[in-house]
């Protein structure tokens, strides 16, 4: 216990310690008549800054001046615009190598170094007027997850800048050769009633050569680089370094100019190597984890992870997010293995957070891919989520009850597994037991991670026809989307992709992770079905109570000895919405379950994998048929 005293009275003086530092962020402070440098080091005995020409050829190098709080600082007069820098130490008799900086906002191709630009140059036409869409109920929150890439890069799309941040802002449309014409893009998304657009990381990272994009390499982007500038890649002119910035908020601008917010989806628990990266090597081990040995702890399995309950680690995150907050108008920030930071951090991001705008997310992976090298008691574990107020948690309970868990072939609850109804219900509620509030627990079947959903029923009910594995994807996300928490859909589900049977399809090509518009014609019912299901979810506060207290007080289940039924009611809503009550029956089995109802004025609005939200049809009551693999819902008015 005196242990557990002393580690919490550290991680409060960590705490205090990062409110009086300076900022991180102010690395290099740009004006025309001079510009400020200002970098940090607990352990350099020397710093100093290479400045490099327009053409990356060096020019000067400047020494840096210890200050307060171990910050090295310099000045230079002039105008040092389109001009490149790096910085290193020396420390135990050696100078490290140069490196962009922990901080860098700009920078060369493939990022090796930092560029100097003048940011408020790089907003595009119209950025001080944009704003977040409005979010007057923050239980409105239906989030879809996509990589840039996968969105725009099939050929059966009228994109023109095809994988690039721009290919956000046109409107798109499926073509083919019959004249037929759909919405794809930012129009698609609009149509199916989405709020948030989560994009897989967009910061600069590793993997991919921005001068060889022609190559058509392909990565997710979870290896981090320059944690504080846009991917180059993603630019139409990655040697330029204004053009990444500009074209970024350029996307963001646009889908904000249509209702939808945007996620950014950040890997601030490990690096993609330790010598090769700024955290390495201008401050060599402060910024890791390591083992007894010396080594590097690998809770990420990755070969490294990050230390974020250091004080300068922890600052370094809260700035980060919060840069990214006011200076690209990010909306929210989806923590890549949250679970390897601490619990400190996570508050005290979030308490930032509010200061800009309360209504920027934050959630993440409550999970680490290998044992992190601090106390698990306080780690941002799926489990303390309770803990850290407003901060969210995917949900693998309600995912892996539903469809099966990823680490094996086999069946859910929504495929025709039985003993999994107990979990689909608590999913339904929210998971209480760890999620604190219902906002807290993200319920979801899919994302980029893992099999697809086609996939992952073509893979644990092989055999069936499509139709009843269509059947199958309809009850899943139909369970997702009538459940209490915060709403989250991986694109393309409701097109139908297939990753060809890819689990892990992280650097596969094009043909294995593209969204196939084209299915958007042959799968229209599909596509359909989930549109009107968001539309239900917004239409019925009921489906969005929003409090643990609220969802204790309406929510019940009724008895039901058949394995495969669900008889979910959300009741007394007189005072909440429209209607008095929803009934939703959830039919795992392969045959249809008889339910008695009680009488009343029924708007039916799914049945028989349909929905329509502003009705199939009308019923009294009485028994009431659950079609095989399908869901029921049904309105009393």
């Known amino acids: 216990m005196r242990n557990g005293i002393l580690i919490m009275l550290a991680v409060a003086l960590v705490g205090c310690a990062t409110k009086q530092q300076p900022k991180l962020e102010d690395e290099c402070l740009y004006a025309a008549e001079k510009t400020e440098f200002q970098f940090w080091s607990s352990i350099a005995e020397e710093m100093e800054v290479i400045l490099y020409d327009e053409n990356q050829v060096p020019m000067e190098t400047i020494a840096l001046k210890k200050g307060a709080n171990d910050f090295w600082r310099a000045q230079v007069k002039g105008d040092l615009k389109g001009k490149y820098y790096t910085v290193r130490s020396f420390q135990n008799g050696e100078w490290s190598e140069e490196a962009p900086g922990i901080f860098a906002k700009a920078v060369s191709v493939n990022g090796y170094k930092a560029a100097i630009v003048d940011m408020q140059a790089t907003n595009p036409e119209g950025w001080d007027q944009d704003v977040r869409p409005a979010m007057p109920d923050m239980t409105d929150i239906v989030v879809y997850e996509t990589h840039l890439r996968d969105f725009t890069m099939s050929p059966y799309t009228s994109f023109e800048t095809r994988g690039k941040f721009l290919a956000l802002t046109e409107v798109g449309t499926v073509v083919s050769g019959e004249g037929w014409q759909l919405s794809t893009g930012i129009d698609h998304l609009k149509e199916l009633g989405i709020t948030h657009l989560q994009i897989l990381p967009m910061f600069d990272y590793g993997s991919i050569d921005e001068t060889t994009l022609d190559k058509n390499r392909y990565n997710w982007g979870y290896d981090p680089v320059n944690y504080n500038v846009p991917e180059g890649g993603y630019s139409t002119h990655p040697a330029d370094p204004a053009c990444r910035i500009r074209e970024a908020k350029q996307m963001i601008q646009a889908l904000h100019h249509a209702g939808i917010r945007v996620i950014m989806d950040v890997v601030y628990n490990h690096t993609y190597d330790v010598n090769g990266c700024s955290l390495g090597r201008v401050v060599p081990g402060y910024f890791y984890r390591t083992n007894a040995d010396g080594t590097y702890a690998n809770g990420s399995g990755c070969g490294n992870e990050t230390a974020s309950e250091r004080a300068m680690m922890r600052q370094f995150m809260i700035e980060s997010v919060c840069y990214w907050a006011r200076e690209y108008h990010i909306d929210g920030f989806r923590f890549d293995l949250m679970g390897i930071h601490d619990q400190e951090t996570m508050r005290q991001i979030r308490a930032a957070l509010d200061e800009i705008d309360p209504t920027i997310l934050t959630y993440g992976e409550g999970w680490a891919a290998m044992s992190p090298a601090y106390p698990y008691e306080m780690l941002a574990m799926k489990q303390w989520t309770y803990q850290m107020p407003r901060v969210g948690a995917f949900s693998d309970d309600i995912r892996n009850a539903l469809i099966g868990s990823p680490f094996d072939n086999e069946r859910g609850f929504a495929s025709g597994k039985t003993g999994c109804k107990e ?215």
């Open 423 to 637: 979990a689909v219900m608590n999913g339904l509620i929210g998971c209480p037991e760890w999620s604190g509030e219902p906002m807290q627990h993200v319920s979801y079947i899919t994302c980029h991670d893992n099999y697809c959903l086609r996939d992952r029923i073509a893979v644990s009910a092989k055999g069936e026809s499509e139709e009843t594995q269509l059947r199958m994807n309809k009850l899943a996300q139909t369970a997702v989307l009538v459940s209490q928490g915060m709403t989250f859909l991986y694109g393309g589900e409701e097109l139908y992709r297939t990753k060809q049977g890819v689990d892990n399809s992280f650097q596969s090509a094009d043909s294995i992770n593209i969204i196939p518009w084209q299915n958007k014609r042959e799968y229209y019912d599909l596509c359909e079905y989930y549109r009107q299901m968001i539309q239900i979810r917004r239409q019925h506060k009921g489906f969005r109570l929003g409090t643990a207290a609220l969802v204790k007080e309406h929510v019940v289940f009724d008895d039901s000895d058949n394995e495969h039924l669900i008889i979910y009611r959300i009741k007394d809503l007189k005072e909440i919405e429209n209607a008095k009550q929803i009934i939703v029956l959830l039919n795992g089995g392969k045959e249809a379950a008889e339910v008695a109802i009680d009488e009343a004025n029924y708007i039916i609005v799914a049945q028989d994998s349909q929905a329509n939200a502003e009705g199939l049809g009308t019923c009294k009551g009485g028994t009431i048929s659950v079609a095989p693999y399908s869901a029921t819902i049904l309105i009393d008015n």
